[in-house]
C-alpha cells in the first residue's frame, strides 16, 4: 500500500540529521505519509526513494501537514528555519535539544504565529527510534491539546511520555537525566582510568562496574524521599562523615595509581563543605542545597 493511500495524517519533518532520519524512517514503516526537508537537500534523497516527499523549502514542508516536526541543530536554527513560514493552525512539536527557557520562549513565539507548540525531549539514540521495546522514549511538554490529538502518530516512532502543560517541562526532564548520565560516566571514565594500566581484565571488570551501577542506582528514590520529606538523615544507611572518609581514600588512591582526580573533586568538596556545616549524620542529599544558585 502507497503511504498515500494509507488514511493516515500526513507528518512534515525537518531536519535529518542522524535522529532526524530515524524518525523519518519509523513514521514511513508506520504508514504515515511524510514530507520531509533538510537545509543540505541531499540528506532527503534517500528517504524520497523509501517513499517520502522531499520539500524544496522548509515553508513548503510547512504547508503540507497539520503536524510539523522539528529536528535540527539547535534552536537559532529552529527559528531560522520557520522564519519564512506560515504557522497558522499548524502544530509545532520541536524535538531539538535546547533549554527549558528556550522551549518556553519558542512556545511563546510559535503562539504568536497563531501555532500550537510542544517541546520534545528525546530520551533514546537513533537505533532505537522505530522499535518496540527498545526502551526509547521522548518526553513533551506544551499544548495538552496537540498533545492528545498526536500521540499515536508520535508513539509509532518513540514512546511519547507528556509531562506538562509548561513548554519547558520536557527540556527539564531531557536534561536532568543527560546530567546524571554525564555524571555516571564520569565516574566510569575514573573507574577504567585507575585499572586500565594494571593486570585487570577490563572486560571482566566493565561487568562488575555495571552491576554496581545498577545496584546503586536504587539510592535515587531515597533521595527523592528525602528532599520531598525536608529529613536528610531519613533511611540513612551510610552517612556523610563516612562518605567523607570514604572520599578521602578515593582521591588518595587515585594519586598513587598516577590518575588526576579533576573528576572526583568538585562532589568531594561539596560534601566536605556540607559535613563541615554540621551535617555528618545525613545522607548525600544535603549536597543539592549547595547546588541551588539565588537568582538575580
Known amino acids: 500500500m502507497n503511504a498515500h493511500d494509507t488514511g493516515k495524517p500526513r507528518v512534515a519533518l525537518l531536519g535529518l540529521g542522524d535522529m532526524g532520519t530515524a524518525l523519518a524512517r519509523a513514521w514511513l514503516a508506520a504508514g504515515y505519509p511524510l514530507t520531509v526537508w533538510n537545509r543540505t537537500p541531499s540528506r532527503a534523497e534517500p528517504l ?3 517513499g517520502a516527499e522531499a520539500a524544496a523549502t522548509a515553508a513548503e514542508a510547512v504547508a503540507s501537514a497539520r503536524l510539523v516536526v522539528t529536528c535540527l541543530l539547535d534552536d537559532e536554527s529552529v527559528g531560522s528555519a520557520l522564519a519564512d513560514a506560515d ?8 524535538v531539538t535539544t535546547g533549554t527549558p527557557g528556550q522551549a518556553r520562549a519558542r512556545a511563546e513565539w510559535a503562539r504568536g504565529r497563531g ?27 506544551g499544548s495538552r491539546e496537540a498533545f492528545a490529538e498526536h500521540e499515536e502518530v508520535l508513539s509509532a516512532a518513540a514512546g511519547a ?22 555524571g555516571m560516566f564520569a565516574g566510569v571514565a575514573h573507574a577504567f582510568a585507575l585499572v586500565r594500566d594494571q593486570d585487570v581484565p577490563l572486560k571482566g571488570f566493565a561487568s562488575l562496574l555495571a552491576d554496581w551501577l545498577s545496584a546503586m542506582t536504587l539510592g535515587v528514590h531515597t533521595t527523592a524521599e528525602q528532599l520531598e520529606g525536608g529529613d536528610y538523615t531519613a533511611g540513612v544507611v551510610s552517612n556523610l562523615a563516612m562518605q567523607v572518609r570514604g ?9 598513587e595509581q598516577g590518575v588526576s582526580t579533576e573528576l572526583l ?14 551535617h555528618g549524620d545525613e545522607d548525600g542529599a544535603g549536597v543539592v542545597d549547595l547546588l541551588a544558585v539565588p537568582r538575580r
Open 48 to 50: 524520497a526513494g523509501e
Open 161 to 182: 511520555v507528556f509531562v506538562g502543560e509548561d513548554a519547558g517541562a520536557a527540556d527539564l526532564y531531557d536534561v536532568a537525566l543527560l546530567s546524571a548520565m554525564s
Open 247 to 255: 572520599n578521602r581514600t578515593l582521591l588518595r588512591t587515585a594519586e
Open 87 to 94: 504557522l497558522a493552525g499548524r502544530d509545532l512539536f520541536n
Open 115 to 141: 501555532a500550537r507548540f510542544v517541546s520534545g525531549g528525546i530520551m533514546a539514540v537513533p537505533p532505537m527510534v522505530g522499535v518496540p521495546d527498545s526502551g526509547g522514549y521522548v518526553f513533551y511538554s
Open 265 to 278: 573533586a568538585p562532589y568531594a568538596e561539596l560534601m566536605e563543605r556540607r559535613l563541615a556545616q554540621g
